[in-house]
Structures are given as C-alpha cells and as structure tokens.
C-alpha cells in the first residue's frame, strides 16, 4: 500500500519533470495551478522577472460565499474563470498551463476549460 508520503514524492517527481519544460515570460506567463484536499489556488506567474501577475483561490470571499455546499468541481470552475477575467483585464491573453504535478483530471480539468471558456489561450 502506498503512504501519503510516496504519493507526495510522485506528485513532486512529476512536478519537477513538467517544470523542465513549462517557463513562462512576460509574453506567455505560466499559469499554476494547486490544489489541496479543501481548496484551489491559481496564479499567473512571470518566471524571467519572478512576479505573480494575478491570482484566484477558492479561499476568496467573492467565490466563497457564491459556492456554499457546492462541490469542488464547481468551485474549481469558478476559481478557473476568476482567474481568466483577471489575466485578461490586465492584458494577459495566453499562458502556459503547468498542472504542478497533478494529473489533468477532475478539477483541474475543470479549472482549465473554465479559464479556456473565459477567453485565456494555452
């Protein structure tokens, strides 16, 4: 049986092999996603000057008090189409996207369609 700490292990291994070749620049920033047992967190990150351009959590007011009892599929599109809106309003219009070693299902699928519905290109 595997342990939560080979799990974390694996997850760290797949982030480091994705990381090689997902970089995001002032033109194409990187778009991160993490996810924890209770929330989701997302941030659009410009690695040459080491800056977070915008963000968006399901820990925010505004997605919290909208998604009371709603579950984390749901909430993860919101947070996913925040995110969009932002990056959008400040000219972002594409972005890599790095899963952060997390397999891309669930809600981070989710996330990403939300944010490729909203109008952000990756």
Do not use: W
């Amino acid at each position: 049986m595997i342990g939560v700490e080979e799990k974390r292990l694996a997850r760290l291994r797949r982030k480091r092999r994705v990381r090689k070749k997902v970089f995001g620049t002032g033109v194409r920033p990187r778009l991160c996603v993490f996810r924890s047992n209770r929330y989701i967190y997302a941030q659009i990150i410009d690695d040459i000057n080491g800056i977070t351009l915008a963000a968006a959590s399901s820990l925010e007011s505004e997605i919290r008090e909208g998604m009371v009892g709603q579950k984390r599929m749901n909430i993860s599109q919101e947070v996913g189409r925040l995110i969009a809106k932002r990056a959008l309003e400040k000219g972002i219009k594409r972005a890599v996207f790095d899963r952060n070693g997390f397999p891309y299902h669930g809600c981070i699928n989710a996330l990403a369609d939300a944010a490729r519905e909203e109008g952000l290109q990756f």
